[in-house]
């Protein structure tokens, strides 16, 4: 099933926008930038201009606003200006608007999942647009395809992910995505960026693809500081 709506275009957008400012961060050693409250006030509207406040750069921000926005197809002008909420307050956003416009259509998903043992993969792609497969029983073939955003059910009351989930979630991460999250009946697992990946971070994810134990994977993501584990 396709999906695409305002929600879906929001995050694809905002997944593509943080990931800009990532860039223009590290490329004009910036040590934060300030974004305007358009981008949380109207949501899921995407705002026509965005004003950023690069603060405390070594170089001069312009360039790499120009580069990295034509890369990450910034399809709003970008202004320089008074900003609000900083970089890392964006990334709460993801899960924010997950909660708000896909959890309970997941949770229906889950519900389906307890009586006929199949399982639900939903991706959202960084172009805003987004899908849903329906697998089979107590698995799901997940699409290796860049994405920003990801969510699948699970036939019990735990959200434990199986070595073909991390490995899911790892694509995800180290392709730039966000957030991941594994609903049931009961308990929902989210895994998600809250701050850019450093060098460290990488290393540690990468390290994670040898690993079969469950405990063994979540005791390393628990000790990636650009990643948050969290039930709810």
């Given at each position: 099933?396709?999906?695409?709506?305002?929600?879906?275009?929001?995050?694809?957008?905002?997944?593509?926008?943080?990931?800009?400012?990532?860039?223009?961060?590290?490329?004009?050693?910036?040590?934060?930038?300030?974004?305007?409250?358009?981008?949380?006030?109207?949501?899921?509207?995407?705002?026509?201009?965005?004003?950023?406040?690069?603060?405390?750069?070594?170089?001069?921000?312009?360039?790499?606003?120009?580069?990295?926005?034509?890369?990450?197809?910034?399809?709003?002008?970008?202004?320089?200006?008074?900003?609000?909420?900083?970089?890392?307050?964006?990334?709460?956003?993801?899960?924010?608007?997950?909660?708000?416009?896909?959890?309970?259509?997941?949770?229906?998903?889950?519900?389906?999942?307890?009586?006929?043992?199949?399982?639900?993969?939903?991706a959202?792609?960084?172009?805003?647009?987004?899908?849903?497969?329906?697998?089979e029983?107590?698995?799901?073939?997940?699409p290796?395809?860049?994405?920003?955003?990801?969510?699948?059910?699970?036939?019990?009351?735990?959200?434990?992910?199986?070595?073909?989930?991390?490995?899911?979630?790892?694509?995800?991460?180290?392709?730039?995505?966000?957030?991941?999250?594994?609903?049931?009946?009961?308990?929902?697992?989210?895994?998600?960026?809250i701050?850019?990946?450093?060098?460290?971070?990488l290393?540690?994810?990468?390290?994670?693809?040898?690993?079969?134990?469950?405990?063994?994977f979540?005791?390393?993501?628990?000790?990636?500081?650009?990643?948050?584990?969290?039930?709810?």
């Amino acid at each position: 099933m396709i999906l695409e709506n305002s929600s879906t275009k929001y995050i694809g957008f905002l997944s593509r926008f943080i990931n800009f400012l990532e860039d223009v961060l590290d490329d004009a050693w910036c040590e934060d930038i300030f974004v305007d409250k358009n981008i949380y006030d109207n949501r899921p509207i995407i705002p026509s201009t965005i004003e950023i406040d690069p603060y405390k750069c070594s170089y001069e921000p312009e360039e790499s606003i120009k580069i990295f926005s034509s890369q990450w197809d910034i399809d709003v002008d970008i202004a320089i200006g008074k900003g609000y909420y900083s970089l890392n307050e964006l990334y709460f956003l993801i899960p924010s608007i997950y909660v708000e416009s896909l959890h309970y259509l997941m949770k229906n998903y889950a519900s389906k999942t307890m009586i006929n043992e199949r399982e639900y993969f939903l991706a959202i792609l960084f172009n805003g647009k987004g899908f849903l497969v329906e697998g089979e029983v107590d698995h799901v073939r997940i699409p290796f395809i860049r994405h920003c955003l990801s969510s699948h059910t699970h036939p019990s009351h735990l959200p434990i992910p199986s070595k073909r989930d991390i490995e899911a979630v790892l694509y995800m991460m180290l392709n730039r995505g966000f957030l991941h999250v594994i609903e049931t009946v009961g308990t929902s697992l989210y895994i998600y960026r809250i701050k850019p990946l450093s060098e460290d971070d990488l290393i540690k994810l990468r390290s994670m693809e040898s690993l079969n134990n469950y405990r063994d994977f979540m005791s390393v993501f628990k000790s990636i500081e650009s990643v948050r584990i969290e039930y709810r």
